[in-house]
């Protein structure tokens, strides 16, 4: 037993002193929560949670719904609607935002979270998580707030974070000044400091992409992946290793400990979706881990954390990971967009785009 080390719960009050100690019991709730997750699902099958959820079996998203993504809602709705911090809760797990039981006193916080992400990986004990982001309630009055008090941009998050339940359980956090990441000790259950300051490197040989959907994306990312791919032999002058969990937590936690970049970008599969992932519980507390991280997080048309929320359960396309790759995406959608991106043009011949599916 080593004694005098940051506890989770010490660093956060020591950053949410003066004003903000509210916040810190919150996120102390949060922590709490997902060590009960940890449990959980750290016991796989023996837990009684794996299959579907019975009820229904779908999400407010149309996705398969399992018994242990609405065991991992409730256990953070009860660890945290008591406390007095919140004005209310919004989940993936829940088509309309939570309301704080009449029984418990009212908080300005508001926590939104996907309570066990990559589930449809947690058969097959592959490292899932939970994402969690802290906005403050805008409106005044003690009334329950609608969803519309939920839709805020990700630049106004107080905090964001994701645990990860692999072989070790960690929790990564983001108050707005630096990222940092804490390890559970199952011995004593302390998430202790282990990661202070985390820092993303800049350059990257090491891309994540659902390649599966490369005929549906868009010219500028099948370009990038293109050369990616063509590794010494092409423009990149070197080769890159391609990686793909389907767990956006086990991604972004890569990306933070070594480096690289994740992709789920627009693709036409679905007109209605502009892209995957869900902006206010996935998208936002990672890009906020991503860029006090040191890397960043678009679109590839703007910084995730500017986009204006439209809706509770908007998707977003997602870009994120060192900063030297984020920005030659960028740079790839702006020459798309303006028609610059022709890889070769011969006053002789017809125009030929290597990149462009059409010309307009
Ligand atoms: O909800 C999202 C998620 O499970 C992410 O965690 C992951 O990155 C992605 O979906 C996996 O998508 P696909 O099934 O296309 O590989």
Same mark, same amino acid.
């Given at each position: 037993?080593?004694?005098?080390?940051?506890?989770?719960?010490?660093?956060?009050?020591?950053?949410?002193?003066?004003?903000?100690?509210?916040?810190?019991?919150?996120?102390?709730?949060?922590?709490?929560?997902?060590?009960?997750?940890? &449990?959980?699902?750290?016991?796989?099958?023996?837990?009684?949670?794996?299959?579907?959820?019975?009820?229904?079996?779908?999400?407010?998203?149309?996705?398969?719904?399992? &018994? =242990?993504?609405?065991?991992?809602?409730?256990?953070?709705?009860?660890?945290?609607?008591?406390?007095?911090?919140?004005?209310?809760?919004?989940?993936?797990?829940?088509?309309?935002?939570?309301?704080?039981? *009449?029984?418990?006193?009212?908080?300005?916080?508001?926590?939104?979270?996907?309570?066990?992400?990559?589930?449809?990986?947690? *058969?097959?004990?592959?490292?899932?998580?939970? =994402?969690?982001?802290?906005?403050?309630?805008?409106?005044?009055?003690?009334?329950?707030?609608?969803?519309?008090?939920?839709?805020?941009?990700?630049?106004?998050?107080?905090?964001?974070?994701?645990?990860?339940?692999?072989?070790?359980?960690?929790?990564?956090?983001?108050?707005?000044?630096?990222?940092?990441?804490?390890?559970? *000790?199952?011995?004593? %259950?302390?998430?202790?400091?282990?990661?202070?300051?985390? @820092?993303?490197?800049?350059?990257?040989?090491?891309?994540?992409?659902?390649?599966?959907?490369?005929?549906?994306?868009?010219?500028?990312?099948?370009?990038?992946?293109?050369?990616?791919?063509?590794?010494?032999?092409?423009?990149?002058?070197? *080769?890159?290793?391609?990686?793909?969990? !389907?767990?956006?937590? &086990?991604?972004?936690?890569?990306?933070?400990?070594?480096?690289? =970049?994740?992709?789920?970008?627009?693709?036409?599969?679905?007109?209605?979706?502009?892209?995957?992932? @869900?902006?206010?519980?996935?998208?936002?507390?990672? !890009?906020?881990?991503?860029?006090? &991280?040191?890397?960043?997080?678009?679109?590839? @048309? @703007?910084?995730?954390? !500017?986009?204006?929320?439209?809706?509770?359960?908007?998707?977003?396309?997602? =870009?994120?990971?060192?900063?030297?790759?984020?920005?030659?995406?960028?740079?790839?959608? %702006?020459?798309?967009?303006?028609?610059?991106?022709?890889?070769?043009?011969?006053?002789?011949?017809?125009?030929?785009?290597?990149?462009?599916?059409?010309?307009?």
């Amino acid at each position: 037993m080593q004694f005098g080390r940051t506890t989770f719960s010490k660093f956060v009050i020591e950053h949410t002193r003066g004003g903000h100690s509210e916040l810190g019991a919150l996120l102390i709730d949060v922590s709490a929560a997902v060590k009960g997750i940890a &449990a959980l699902v750290g016991k796989g099958a023996l837990s009684g949670w794996t299959g579907t959820s019975g009820a229904g079996e779908v999400n407010v998203q149309g996705e398969v719904q399992k &018994a =242990i993504d609405v065991a991992s809602n409730e256990a953070i709705l009860r660890h945290c609607e008591w406390g007095g911090q919140l004005a209310g809760m919004a989940s993936e797990e829940m088509d309309e935002p939570y309301r704080i039981p *009449d029984q418990y006193p009212r908080g300005r916080y508001l926590l939104v979270f996907d309570p066990l992400d990559g589930s449809s990986n947690s *058969d097959v004990n592959v490292s899932v998580g939970t =994402i969690f982001s802290i906005l403050k309630r805008e409106t005044a009055g003690d009334g329950d707030p609608s969803a519309a008090d939920f839709l805020q941009p990700g630049d106004r998050q107080l905090a964001a974070g994701y645990a990860i339940y692999g072989p070790a359980t960690m929790l990564v956090l983001s108050l707005g000044s630096g990222t940092h990441g804490f390890t559970l *000790d199952r011995e004593n %259950g302390n998430f202790i400091l282990t990661h202070p300051d985390i @820092r993303v490197p800049e350059e990257t040989r090491e891309f994540a992409i659902n390649t599966s959907n490369e005929r549906f994306w868009e010219p500028p990312v099948q370009r990038y992946v293109a050369e990616c791919k063509a590794g010494k032999s092409g423009v990149r002058g070197v *080769d890159f290793n391609m990686r793909w969990i !389907a767990s956006m937590v &086990a991604e972004v936690h890569r990306i933070l400990m070594r480096g690289g =970049i994740f992709m789920y970008p627009k693709d036409n599969k679905d007109p209605a979706k502009p892209g995957r992932l @869900r902006l206010l519980y996935e998208a936002n507390p990672m !890009a906020m881990l991503i860029e006090q &991280a040191g890397g960043a997080a678009s679109t590839g @048309r @703007r910084r995730i954390l !500017a986009v204006e929320p439209g809706e509770l359960h908007q998707r977003v396309p997602v =870009i994120l990971g060192s900063r030297q790759e984020v920005e030659r995406l960028e740079r790839y959608h %702006g020459e798309y967009d303006a028609g610059t991106d022709r890889a070769f043009t011969s006053p002789l011949f017809s125009e030929r785009s290597l990149f462009r599916a059409d010309a307009s």
